[in-house]
């Protein structure tokens, strides 16, 4: 399904109808940002678009990464309606011998009003603000991940595949062309479905840890870009199952190598003339609003990181000494610093976050990143002087959260975060993140049988 995306419920319509289409996958992502929904005859999904025939709970967004459901949640399964997203209408690639459509969803009431818990709700509420103020944000994800073998027992570590020469990658291969291609077979099977299914990757590169790759996104509108890194992950791992191996989103999967970040970079534009907001029509130097929004983020940012670093396993990744940031210090070209300023035309100044960890939710980061930018921009708050590019902002205080449990702390007291994203929100998004770490701590782990068993 290349070329033009679908635009309209009747050019949807008007493509089933041209296609041998078997069945539809209606997705919806959940909190975690797995797809959930149904699958359904196109007769019956196309029946569907004439009234409001697809229904899930909306149980289906208060599920925990295991699957299970808190408590302190009530129980109430009120019917939410599935409203498909014609412009997110694409073949599934892998299913050449019955021909599918994988289309996302909206979720809303009988009244249609929309639920105020679905990530993609979350973003589209925060990107209505800032229509409000008739600016538009422009984003661009970067997304690392590791290939390794089939884990079918959790209690063994991974390790890389062995590629096409043989051997497993065991050093830093960072940025090699030769150490890319040793997965070529199942990159070249990426890149297809990519191409069928309108993803539009622009570079690929190897990453410092053994069997890591990054893959760079084009920039684009926000709702867009979390479209196809939300499908992309779908898109990979399949890929990856079709050669026998697993590609992996986790934050630190390996001991011994980095980990895997999700970088996104945002600039702000006016929406009547398109122009970058961050700088200055015919100067080109930075304005009051860049400022503010990088002000926004250095303060608001601690509120946020349940959303960059969602997992106990995303901590690991933000420790000292493992490439990833620490504090929330900015600077220009600086790769060690929280928000980085890439040099380039000021057409193209833009802020890079480099806080988050792969295994986020793509709605919920993008969501949350701009919502910072959002609060700094109402605040007018000022960036502290940068970081100059020749220091390392790993030599300086660490400032972020060690625990998810300290994060969700952080969340709790910043009532101006809170309110952008939407307070019912954030409490359903605490409850459910409290209840995967009480989880977690039930769990022995081989650390300790290894060092406690016959040692205390």
């Known amino acids: 399904m290349s070329g033009e995306p679908i635009g309209t419920r009747e050019e949807l319509l008007s493509f089933l109808k041209g296609r041998k289409i078997m069945e539809v996958e209606c997705l919806v992502p959940d909190l975690a940002g797995m797809p959930r929904g149904k699958i359904l005859p196109v007769e019956k999904f196309v029946a569907g678009l004439e009234g409001r025939g697809m229904r899930v709970p909306e149980t289906v967004f208060q599920m925990s990464v295991t699957g299970s459901y808190s408590d302190e949640i009530a129980d109430t399964s009120r019917d939410l309606f599935l409203i498909p997203d014609p412009k997110t209408a694409r073949i599934v690639p892998w299913y050449h011998e019955d021909p599918t459509l994988q289309i996302i969803c909206d979720a809303e009431f009988l009244d249609g009003s929309p639920t105020p818990i679905a990530p993609r709700g979350v973003l589209r509420h925060v990107l209505d603000a800032y229509e409000e103020m008739d600016i538009r944000p422009i984003v661009a994800p970067e997304i690392e991940f590791y290939l390794v073998d089939r884990n079918e027992d959790p209690d063994y570590p991974l390790r890389t595949p062995i590629g096409r020469t043989g051997r497993r990658d065991t050093s830093r291969q960072s940025l090699s062309v030769d150490g890319v291609n040793e997965y070529g077979e199942v990159l070249n099977t990426m890149f297809d479905y990519c191409e069928e299914s309108r993803i539009e990757i622009d570079t690929l590169s190897h990453e410092s840890g053994a069997g890591q790759i990054e ?60 122009h970058n907001l961050f700088s200055s029509p015919k100067a080109g130097k930075e304005t009051a609003l860049f400022h503010h929004f990088l002000g926004g983020m250095q303060r608001h940012v601690l509120a946020a990181i349940p959303f960059m670093a969602p997992y106990v396993n995303s901590y690991r990744r933000l420790m000292p000494g493992l490439d990833a940031p620490i504090n929330t210090h900015w600077g220009y070209d600086n790769r060690t610093v929280g928000f980085r300023i890439p040099l380039d035309k000021p057409q193209s100044r833009r802020v890079e976050n480099r806080i988050a960890g792969s295994d986020v939710n ?79 701590q039930k769990v022995i782990s081989p650390w300790e049988r290894e060092n406690l068993l016959l040692s205390v």
Request: glycine share 4%.
């Open 215 to 274: 893959v760079n996104f084009h920039h684009g509108d926000p709702m867009e870009m979390a479209d196809q890194a939300f499908l992309f992950k779908r898109t990979l791992r399949e890929a990856a199952y079709r050669k026998s191996i697993y590609a992996t989103f986790m934050a630190k999967p390996m001991q011994h190598e980095p980990g895997s970040s999700m970088h996104i970079h945002t600039s702000l534009t006016d929406v009547k003339t398109g």
């Open 362 to 440: 793509p709605y919920l980061l993008i969501a949350t990143n701009l919502a910072c930018g959002l609060l700094g921009l109402r605040e007018k708050r000022r960036a502290r002087k940068p970081l100059e590019s020749k220091k390392s902002a790993w030599d300086l205080q660490h400032q972020l959260p060690l625990t998810l449990y300290q994060a969700l702390d952080r969340m709790s007291r910043d009532k101006a975060f809170r309110e952008v994203m939407g307070d019912d929100f954030t409490r359903l998004y605490a409850i459910v993140k409290e209840d995967e770490m009480d989880e977690f």
